[in-house]
Nanobody, 124 residues
């Protein structure tokens, strides 16, 4: 079992920045991809970003490329999502996800464990 705890969400004005964190615990981690998804009210869950075990490979959803940066610190079992130049359309619940696989998955079904989510609200 893997437990994921997100933090760092909140209310920010348009143009501002937030950094989300996701701390993982519960098992020995090795060669696992970790990602972020988001879900806005009335919309489907959307892929945001994924990072490889080493942190050397990343992949982003089209809507956040150049705006968000994903990274990880394996010594802390933590993955981060730096979000810059935030827009009202970035408002959503953001979920951290852990995959037992190592590829840069973009589909939610490739992830085996999920955090409880953290709310990000961007005001105009």
């Amino acid at each position: 079992q893997v437990q994921l705890v997100e933090s760092g969400g909140g209310l920010v004005q348009a143009g501002g920045s937030l950094r989300l964190s996701c701390a993982a615990s519960g098992r020995t981690f090795s060669n696992n991809a970790m990602g972020w998804f988001r879900q806005a009210p009335g919309k489907e869950r959307e892929f945001v970003a994924v990072v490889s075990w080493s942190g050397g490979r990343t992949r982003y959803g089209d809507s956040v490329k150049g705006q968000f940066t994903i990274s990880r610190d394996n010594a802390k079992n933590t993955v981060y999502l730096q979000m810059n130049s935030l827009k009202p359309e970035d408002t959503a619940v953001y979920y951290c996800a852990f995959s037992l696989g190592s590829s840069l998955y973009v589909n939610a079904y490739n992830y085996d464990y999920w955090g409880q989510g953290t709310q990000v609200t961007v005001s105009s």
